[in-house]
């Protein structure tokens, strides 16, 4: 079994920052991409940036220059770092990672976390 946690969303005023964590626990052979959404109220899921194994990363042009994304391969871990916060950021924001378990190494399966709430006041 595999998890994904987030952590790290909250209230902040525009113009602010929150650095958003994913850990992955469980029976976990290894993590190919790792990615970021987020959907606001009334709107489709939509990718805010993903990155590789080898840290290849690409980003939603809403967010490109403001929000960093990056992973720490030792801990199974994903980060986001957004700076420059709107009020359109306002979402809640879940972690995606594609994993091959020990069980089934040959198999890249999706998990994603539980979402975290970020809002941004203007």
């Known amino acids: 079994q595999v998890q994904l946690v987030e952590s790290g969303g909250g209230l902040v005023q525009a113009g602010g920052s929150l650095r958003l964590s994913c850990a992955a626990s469980?029976?976990?052979?290894?993590?190919?991409?790792m990615g970021w959404y987020r959907q606001a109220p009334g709107k489709q899921r939509e990718l805010v940036a993903a990155i590789t194994s080898v840290g290849r990363t690409n980003y939603a042009d809403s967010v490109k220059g403001r929000f960093t994304i990056s992973r720490d391969n030792a801990k199974n871990t994903g980060y986001l770092q957004m700076n420059s916060l709107k009020p359109e950021d306002t979402a809640v924001y879940y972690c995606?990672?594609?994993?091959?378990?020990?069980?089934?190494?040959?198999?890249?399966?999706?998990?994603w976390g539980q979402g975290t709430q970020v809002t941004v006041s203007s």
């Open positions: 469980g029976s976990i052979f290894s993590i190919n991409t």
């Open positions: 995606n990672a594609v994993i091959r378990t020990r069980s089934d190494y040959e198999l890249a399966t999706d998990f």
